[in-house]
């Protein structure tokens, strides 16, 4: 028995090899049993904490290659035996280029759940970027497996430095030709992280006003009042001035009023307060000011201030709706007139013309 274990086959042993095949059963087996350990433990670490890190990671383990673990366990088993140089090499460059692929696998489940929570988050508050965040997701694997491959291929013995080079003059050309895409492309990606506006708010672009409908790869559309939809270019909504009525988180508002010139003093004195009691007579909103602005060309002009505690323009105009109502009865019961635009005009007759420095002999005024 002893004899028949020293026979030598491909440069070793029978116990040699019985020892290799030895090493790699074992390996797969412990390798096995420390995967399940490690994906129980972290399951129960990631259930007690709050933190998405140890979810990721039992997730990634999760996905740990049988084939990975035989390759890795074949490597540990072929240390125990002599191989041909070319063997070795081959062995070697095929474990290096399987914990690649299986660090790329990692790599990618962990981008998969981290993209998969923002996109549930996205969902209930920006559903239009949940198509912006698949893009994000296609070309970060895009970019995680290109790595991988050029890892590989340098791990042949591939010279990758002219593949690279001629990716990136390639990557040079493509990017002129379709700059204007990929501007926009990198506008929505802005868009979706910076978050200017969202999907529902009211914005106003130059002279063009809607609510946000859908923010797309290329083009965000707004629905106007007038009912027709309004595309813009992301890239060209950046470069806009915005402004965007969803953030509003109270208006403020100021009215003017005036009234005839004959009204008497007593009464312009109470102006004030009557205008402070129509506006704290309403719910939703905080008195600010209001005072006897000016002396204009046919009023005495009072200036009001306040702020209704909402962004809903609905809201606002009911509001102002009851305040005009309640200023307009309060007048009445003061007997105070509200002035409209008028013109005297003072006509002279030619017999009573008035001598220099003097005033007119007498006048009609009409109005």
Known sequence: MIELLDITFWQ??????????????????????????????????????KTYLDDDLTEALKHTKGLFLF??????????????????????????????????????????????RYRKKQLDENPASVTTISAIGFVGKLVLWSVVLLLA???????VTALIAGLGVGGIAVALAVQNILGDLFAALSIVLDKPFTVGDFLIVDDFLGSVENVGLKTTRIRSLSGEQLVFSNSDLLKSRLRNYGRMYERRVVFNIGVT???????????????????EAQDKVRFDRAHFKEYGNFSLNFETVYYVLGPDYNLYMDIQQAVNLHI??????????????????????????????????SSQAQS
Not at 31 to 48: D, E, N, Q, V
Request: glycine share 6%.
């Open 12 to 49: 070793n042993s029978i116990k040699d090899w019985l020892i290799a095949l030895g090493v790699i059963a074992v390996a797969i087996s412990l390798l096995g049993i420390i995967k399940k350990i490690l994906t129980s433990r972290l399951s129960k670490i990631s259930a007690r904490t």
């Open 71 to 116: 390759i890795l366990s074949f490597y540990l088993g072929a240390r125990f035996v002599d191989l041909p140089d070319r063997a070795e090499t081959i062995i070697n460059s095929i474990t290096v280029i399987a914990l690649f692929v299986q660090a790329g696998l990692w790599a990618s489940v962990i981008l998969n759940e981290t993209l998969n």
């Open 153 to 159: 291929l340098d791990n042949l013995g591939i010279n």
């Open 261 to 279: 010139y004959q009204t008497p003093r007593g009464k312009l004195e109470k102006i004030p307060t009557i205008l402070r009691e129509a506006v």
């Open 328 to 361: 307009h009865e309060r007048f009445e019961q003061e007997s105070v007139e509200f002035a409209y635009p008028t013109q005297t005009l003072y006509v002279v007759h030619g017999n009573d013309a008035p001598q220099a420095g003097s005033g007119p002999a």
